[in-house]
């Protein structure tokens, strides 16, 4: 059964008052597929009827799978007594998701009707820079004391478990609560229970943890590289702050390559998913590097008016321009999208650039000679059919052009995502709108070169 | 420390035969650093020594952990004993990843010094389709009948943690092997010893499973959704067969991202690493994309050559003719990016596109104008610096034609990846290619359509 029948399921039981049946159904429904289905719900006021109808124990985790906007709607429709409730049953690092989107008025009612701990710890939270490991960060840990004992541990998760995040990945600290050790649930269980913590955590070099203001995409990197499960946080006198568990860090995962497909096209970010986002934002998004691109193109409409004279003169000259320069911009684009995604994964450094641009150049000589070769059939052929009056230097400027441009087109690919690296720039930001305007130009450039070398009027 | 320096260390101390302190260091360290200095060490012998130096706990773990020709290298030095004792402590899943990329030889001597039991398991395994949950998951899970209580259950947990590759959530069957619940750690722990398993287990409607032969992506798009730390597989008649644990969904996402990256850049996708790829696939999986787009540029050339006349008479009107065209392919390409995106993500359905279209409709106008205006202003700019001689009528002819181009390419951008999902191809290999081609060819079209309209030679 999909989302959309259970939606219209839960509407029909709604219009007729059945709301014990309809409890039932709902304690029997995973939490995301009953967030779905409040999204899913057409009518405001049904959406808060669903939520008040959730059990206590699922209200908190249903509400922090909602869009902002049905977040919104239910804050705005519940009483005070019931918000408070709810920011104490949520976890910190959904809170402030939650408070991060909606409008400042809800934000102000949400803070004033939560406790003063809570709220100081959120102001925190909304205060790490965006993106850092400390805004995506939640305080519901398991940490115990290196003293502890196996089973002192074990009594400690029995007792606090429902209110963690994660379990599996126990912290371990010293006296002045700084990060010392880490010990998996499944490390525990196997050991003996007298044993103390501090002989069987993994400490030193094997302990791995980050900064509140270390990148989220650095915190990604460590859990991919070491199959974490989750990530400690510590404070710069490495005191433990927090965690980010899996399923956070699979998000994060999903939304660096989202931004970084998006810059690849040319786009600027953006947080919110396509059919939320309004005309004007997306309009905004694009227009910039349109408007970029289309300026720079000065430079290749002056090539070509700087040319006008000999393109007018030699038929089947101007024929082959965009053909050179797409081939030369896909060729300069395959290379670069390589080594964006070589050097965001970390299988490339900088270190192996002379590797990288030997390798290209070999690579360029292949494609560029059959494409070279490939066209001269290709242009005679057509020639054969058509009976155009094309003449056979013309071909050879092209197919020389064309095999010039691929080899120019690979080692600037190569070069520019590896240069921005180096200026500490964004490999996927710079490449793309750079290498298609050089591209363009340079395949100009060498076209008329070879052009003006062969062919006479 | 980085890695680079401790390889450094170790080859260091193997060179002055300081093997106890060796081992020593090796037990300190993480066993995926430990498979990076192995793989970073120069000499073959040496890697060999490192790894026979790792205690028997930790060496299938670090060998899991090597790319596939250190693997190699280590197998061919070992002892069939040796071998046999490192298959049984690898986890199935592991084995086969490291059998599908060494040679047959390597394989049948591999296959020759394991127990029937798992070479059969293996085998099995190597014959489920690339890519389908049964070729990536591992048997190697906690289950247990859901008549069992829960002292029983963690009493087995405990005896068996070691051997499991999760243990953090546990499957439940019937009495014919059926999957029937999930119970994750944490809610064992926190219940009662004496409550039975099928009383607490996630059943029903909140049990969520795949199929041995789906893809690997759906498991992928399960796992995100539902914030799962793993997946059951099960075979037709519902029988649980296996596990795909949250560290190989992350490798699944990484990798099926990196597919969509390269399939946009008009490459075909390549499993291996661009540092590892010899110069002769890299040629081969960019040659067939550039061959055909240059093919398919016979269009735009015809086009251009059928007005090869006007262009020569009308000064001015070659030169805008790249412009033209980028500025049509990058606002396309920003349309379909997104759009290709939404769709993987499971943001955007099929539905949706009456409501995508209409968007892409203003947004188009909107960048259109702009673009157009911002167009006029430039050449008019340009036509007082360089006092060329292109006369107002074609400023207008371009800036028409930019408008028009932008619109129909962002029809074209949203349009194609929607096609190619319905009609159950692959967005992203479709889109890229057949994108610039169709907007190549239609930003000519409309440009000289204004032209004859407009222009009078």
């Known amino acids: 059964m999909d989302n959309k029948a259970i939606t219209e399921i839960i509407e029909k039981m709604l219009a007729n008052n059945k ?10 429904m995973n939490v995301v597929d009953i967030a779905q289905a409040i999204e899913e719900t057409e009518l405001p006021e049904n959406q808060v009827r669903i939520f008040r109808l959730l059990s206590k124990d699922y209200s908190a985790q249903v509400f922090s799978y909602l869009d902002s906007d049905s977040q919104g709607a239910i804050v705005e429709a519940i009483t005070n007594t019931e918000l408070k409730f709810l920011m104490e049953d949520m976890f910190v690092d959904d809170a402030v998701d939650f408070l991060e989107e909606v409008p400042a008025n809800i934000v102000t009612r949400v803070l004033a009707h939560t406790n003063p701990e809570t709220r100081n710890l959120i102001n925190r939270f909304l205060n790490y820079p965006e993106n850092s490991a400390g805004s995506i960060m939640t305080i519901e840990m398991v940490s115990f004391p290196e003293t502890y004992t196996v089973d002192m541990a074990i009594a400690e998760i029995r007792r606090t478990a429902l209110d963690k995040e994660t379990i599996y990945t126990c912290y371990c600290t010293d006296s002045q609560r700084k990060l010392v050790g880490s010990v998996p649930l499944r490390r525990l269980i196997v050991s003996p229970g007298e044993s103390e913590i501090r002989d069987i955590m993994y400490d030193d070099d094997q302990l791995l943890f980050v900064n509140t203001l270390d990148d989220q995409e650095s915190v990604a990197a460590l859990a991919r590289k070491y199959d974490l499960l989750s990530v400690p946080v ?12 899996i399923d956070d860090i699979v998000d994060v995962i999903e939304d660096e390559n989202t931004e970084d497909f998006e810059k690849m096209a040319l786009l600027l970010p953006s947080e919110d998913q396509y059919l939320k986002t309004g005309v004007l934002t997306l309009t905004k998004n694009r227009i910039i590097w349109l408007l970029v691109l289309m300026v720079s193109a000065t430079f290749t409409g002056q090539i070509i008016e700087g040319f006008e004279d000999k393109l007018s003169a030699i038929a089947g000259l101007t024929a082959s ?28 450094t ?13 690579v360029a000589f292949l494609c560029g000679i059959t494409l070279a070769a490939v066209n001269f059939v290709r242009m005679y052929i057509l020639r054969m059919i058509t009976g155009s009056q094309t003449e056979t230097p013309v071909f050879i400027v092209v ?48 076209y008329f070169g070879f052009a003006s070398l062969i062919l006479t009027v």
């Open 350 to 362: 900088i270190k192996d650039y002379f590797k990288v641009l030997w390798k290209e150049i070999r």
């Open 399 to 446: 197919c020389l052009s064309m095999l010039c441009a691929v080899i120019v087109a690979k080692m600037i690919g190569a070069s520019l995502p590896m240069l921005a690296k180096l200026l500490k720039l964004d490999p996927a930001l710079m490449a793309g709108p750079m290498i298609t305007t050089i591209v363009d130009a340079l395949s100009l450039l060498i």
């Open 19 to 28: 709301f014990s049946a309809l409890k039932e159904l709902l304690t029997e």
């Open 234 to 245: 510590v404070d710069n006198e490495q005191r433990l702050v927090g965690i980010i568990t």
């Open 321 to 348: 321009i965009p053909m050179l320069m797409d081939t030369g911009g896909n060729s300069g684009n395959q290379v670069s999208t390589l080594i964006i995604r070589g050097l965001a994964l970390g299988d490339i």
